[in-house]
């Protein structure tokens, strides 16, 4: 019996059926295909339960929403205090936490200006569309293939052909895409100028984070100039120190005329995003303020608990504790790649965002995943690339439990072979 | 709203919060430098030292300025002593490699503490910083300072200088770590907190029992409360000198200085003339009361008069003792209802005279049995007999035989190995019966042969933990796949089981 109070269920069975019935069949199936019976019940700290009680280590992080962790002590009592004083908030009207978070935002982030708020990572780079086109006059948006921003109006026509097609949200006339790393192909897109924006994930991470090659992003943020163009840095995963510095186009160098972030700016408790925007992006927040409006975007409670997320990520032991991680997880994968070069193959990593390469091609990561959830550890493959396996730590892994990933990687490996081998006799 | 109302929201404590994150960051460290090599943690230790000795005048007029207790020149000696003195002391031990004992067949792996919690207290501050970072360092440890809110600045500052000059040398960043804003409730949580791995608690009674309480391994010590015997074979010039030299060494700050002089009656006028040629002021009784009711309140000890000097506590008291180095207090009663007689962080010296040793054991147990137990005592003699029935009588683990006992009984002056960190032992509340020194900071994992005479012990030499024979891992491919063996050995079951039942019809 699982009793939570408001409801329960006799047996995860039970929740399984429920879900298939009247939430979600597909994705229920689809776990259960492929071994992964995960449904996650407490969690605390870099660690989930699933409903039987067996621990995870996570390293999905949900793309960096759980950047500190799950539920961290910190921010779990900063909103409870929040929760005692605020609500949502009237969107009408200034507001105390919106402007204290603005302010701070700005000030994180040379060269912005204003930033509006969102209750999710789509609705902001839905913000972010709208502001290039305002401030540009011009319609069309350049993206990368295999790039990802979120799934409203705008944003999901900058992204896959898995996420538009279905329903019809596909609008090529205006959303224009082009392979990623190729500055020629770059340039055949923007030189008509006629181009709103590029957008661009600072490291496509639903891709399963290709690195951007060395000048590449500089050479994109030129050619926007060149052609009358805005750069959007999509800092949804990137952003919020995971990198190594606050957000991932500075430890590029480059300079963005918006941004956005989300994911980790939530702390995991709290919805909210932020699409923050230059002086002349924002030019339609003195023009009219009201043309984009929403009730729970830049909600107090939300505002609240991200002023506590970026002051926790200012403190010098954040920085040094993710400058350490990347060390460790650098060291540590050179040497598991010595050790399993038959089925690893390579290690994308910026910081502390890897890409760990399972062969050429197939979808050997999807296998890799499972042998590492049978060993406690939770990493999700790659959705538009399934040889790859993202690999996140949260900026806050501890030395012991980094070395407790290492070890547990290490003996999950012939169990990823098995399976790998196991896939291809099927085949 | 004004200044003083509390804000309108309910917050974390972001002071612990980030002190716990300092935590995680020294248990990086921690696990770091125990991949360092002696070479290297040698090389680390020397640049910390040699950076501390090089501040060693300024952060002793610093911590004077800071606390107001002590003497700056004798400071500074200190924070030289505890600074490459320290480092030059045990240079040559080796912290790091295993050791090897072919006679027990047991080989010795260092096993370092890991994050090592240290408390400062106000009385030695930039002494005690130097003297447990370094012990820290030699020993591949993390440290985490915590000061006495009192002291700091100078601690924290210290503790900058020495974490620079870590770094500078190739220690890993974050290995040498301080609270900036200690206060009592956070440095208690600090120290419950899991991630210590060691707490060193210099300091009053209540952090000690606090860091004991912790849950966590600890090694705390206990107050001193020192008692000197001055015997009828002593040479009495010589030891009124080096009696007034320690009690006024950084004005008496040291948990080692002589709290009372018991001396032999037949010698007892002679020593208080040489005590008075060393410019000790022998107190009339109207002066001692004035400094008894001056020195104890309530509570206990005046903290204000802590580590002052002579004349200022005199002129305090109420009278003048010009170019006294010393105060002097004559005492009928050697009991602890004798305030006089209990411990005093100042250069006020209570003065007893008894009959012979046999008094002079029963004194010593008696003021030491409010204080001061498992801590120090001194004897100035030149009888075997009174120093050893002394020493064995009396609840002190170091007894310093015709030295000083502020130098003496904390290493300095005697060969107990200098410290800042005196063990007071069982009796004074302590699981540290000596002078804490860098062995106290490490344990070892013990590789243990069978002792049967068949069984040879291995030859270890040269091989070392840090640098083994690279362990050639190629890959092995599973060449049986599993699923498949699995599924022959569900239908031999299937088979089986039709067999039987083919069988049983």
């Known amino acids: 019996m699982f009793d939570y109070g408001h409801f329960r269920f006799e047996s995860k069975q039970e929740l399984f059926d429920k879900a298939i019935k009247f939430w979600n069949p597909d994705k229920t199936r689809f776990w259960q295909s492929v071994g992964v019976d995960l449904v996650i019940d407490r969690r605390e700290g870099y660690f989930l339960y699933d409903m039987s009680g067996r621990r995870l280590i996570d390293l999905h992080l949900n793309g960096g929403t759980y950047n500190f962790g799950h539920r961290h002590p910190e921010l779990v009592e900063t909103l409870k205090g929040a929760l005692d004083y605020f609500d949502i908030g009237n969107h009408w009207f200034p507001s105390v936490a919106r402007a204290a978070l603005s302010e701070q935002l700005v000030k994180v982030s040379p060269g912005m200006a204003y930033a509006v708020f969102a209750p999710g990572g789509a609705e902001a780079v839905d913000i972010a569309l709208k502001s290039a086109r305002y401030a540009t006059k011009r319609r069309k948006i350049v993206s990368i293939i295999k790039g990802y921003h979120g799934h409203a109006g705008l944003s999901v026509a900058t992204g896959d052909d898995r996420f538009t097609k279905i329903f019809l949200a596909d609008r090529p006339d205006e959303f224009i895409q082009v392979p990623f790393n190729d500055i020629g192909a770059m340039e055949q897109a923007l030189k008509g100028n006629d181009i709103a924006a590029l957008i661009m994930e600072t490291i496509p991470a639903t891709y399963g984070f290709p690195l951007p090659k060395d000048g590449y992003l500089k050479a994109c943020r030129d050619l926007c100039t060149k052609y009358g163009a805005m750069y959007i840095a999509d800092e949804v995963q990137t952003g919020l120190m995971r990198t190594g510095e606050m957000w991932g186009w500075q430890a590029y160098g480059i300079q963005p005329d918006i941004m956005v972030t989300a994911k980790g700016l939530s702390g995991g408790i709290y919805p909210i995003s932020a699409a923050l925007l230059n002086e002349k992006a924002g030019g339609w927040l003195h023009e009219d303020g009201a043309a984009h409006i929403s009730t729970s975007g830049g909600a107090e409670l939300g505002c609240v608990v991200a002023h506590k997320v970026i002051e926790m990520l200012l403190r010098p032991e954040v920085k040094s504790n993710v400058a350490t991680v990347t060390e460790f997880m650098r060291d540590g994968m050179v040497e598991m790649m010595q050790r399993h070069s038959d089925i690893f193959t390579g290690v994308r990593q910026k910081g502390v965002i890897l890409g760990l390469e399972f062969g050429h091609s197939g979808e050997n990561a999807v296998a890799v995943s499972r042998a590492l959830y049978e060993h406690g550890v939770w990493a999700i493959f790659s959705s538009l690339d399934k040889r790859v396996l993202q690999w996140k730590p949260g900026v806050l892994l501890t030395a012991d439990l980094c070395q407790e990933i290492m070890d547990r990687f290490d003996a999950a490996m012939p169990r990823a072979r098995e399976l790998l081998h196991a896939a291809k006799k099927m085949n | ?505």
């Open chain 2, 1 to 505: 709203m004004t200044d003083t109302s509390a804000p309108r929201l309910k917050m974390p404590d972001a002071g612990l919060e980030q002190s716990r994150m300092m935590l995680d960051k020294a248990r990086w460290a921690a696990a770091r430098m125990q991949k360092l090599d002696r070479a290297s943690v040698l090389r680390i230790a020397d640049a910390v030292a040699k950076a501390g000795h090089a501040k060693a005048q300024s952060y002793a007029e610093q911590a004077v300025r800071e606390t107001g207790m002590g003497v700056v020149a004798h400071k500074k000696l200190k924070n030289e002593a505890c600074s490459t003195g320290l480092v030059d002391l045990y240079r040559h031990e080796d912290f790091v490699a295993p050791r090897i004992h072919a006679d027990r067949k047991i080989v010795e792996l260092p096993r370092p503490a890991g994050v090592i919690f240290a408390l400062v207290p106000v009385t030695n501050p930039v002494a005690t910083v130097y003297f447990k970072t370094l012990l820290a360092l030699m020993t591949r440890n993390a440290i985490v300072l915590s000061p006495h809110p009192q002291a700091k600045g100078v601690c924290a500052d210290a503790a900058r200088t020495l974490a620079e000059a870590a770094k500078a040398a190739g220690a890993p960043d974050g290995v040498i770590q301080v609270i900036e804003a200690p206060t009592i409730p956070l440095i208690e949580q600090l120290m419950g907190d899991d991630r210590v791995d060691l707490i060193v608690a210099t300091g009053g009674p209540a952090v000690v029992k606090a860091a004991y309480r912790s849950g966590n391994p600890a090694i705390g010590v206990g107050p001193g409360n020192a008692p000197v015997v001055v015997d009828d074979t002593a040479d009495i010039k010589l030891a009124a000198k080096r009696i007034v030299a320690s009690k006024s060494f950084d004005n008496s700050i040291l948990c080692t200085n002589e709290s009372t002089v018991l001396a032999f009656t037949t010698i007892a006028d002679r020593l208080l003339e040489a005590l008075k040629a060393e410019r000790a002021h022998i107190c009339s009784a109207d002066e001692c009361a004035k400094l008894r009711a001056l020195l104890f309140t309530d509570t206990g000890f005046n903290v204000g008069m802590i580590g002052r000097d002579a004349e200022v506590i005199a002129r305090t008291a109420g009278f003048n003792a010009p170019g006294a180095k010393i105060l002097v207090t004559p005492v009928a009663l050697v009991q602890p209802e004798e305030k006089l007689v209990r411990e005093k962080l100042a250069p006020v010296l209570a003065f007893a005279r008894v009959q012979g040793i046999d008094q002079a054991l029963a004194a010593a147990r008696s003021m030491m049995r409010k204080a001061g137990q498992g801590h120090s005592a001194a004897i100035h003699s030149k009888s075997e007999a009174n120093v050893i029935a002394f020493a064995s009588a009396i609840p002190a683990l170091r007894v310093a035989v015709n030295a000083g006992c502020s130098l003496g009984a904390s290493g300095f002056e005697t060969n107990l190995g200098p410290s800042m960190t005196i063990g007071t032992g069982f009796a004074g509340g302590s699981s540290l019966a000596e002078n804490l020194t860098p062995h106290h900071f490490v344990q070892f994992t013990r590789i243990a042969y069978n002792k049967e005479a068949g069984e040879v012990f291995g030859n270890y030499a040269g091989l070392d933990p840090l640098n083994l024979p690279k362990r050639t891992a190629s890959p092995v491919s599973l060449a049986v796949d599993n699923s498949e063996q699995a599924l022959r050995a569900e239908l031999r079951k299937i088979i089986l089981e039709e067999l039987k039942a083919v069988l049983a019809a």
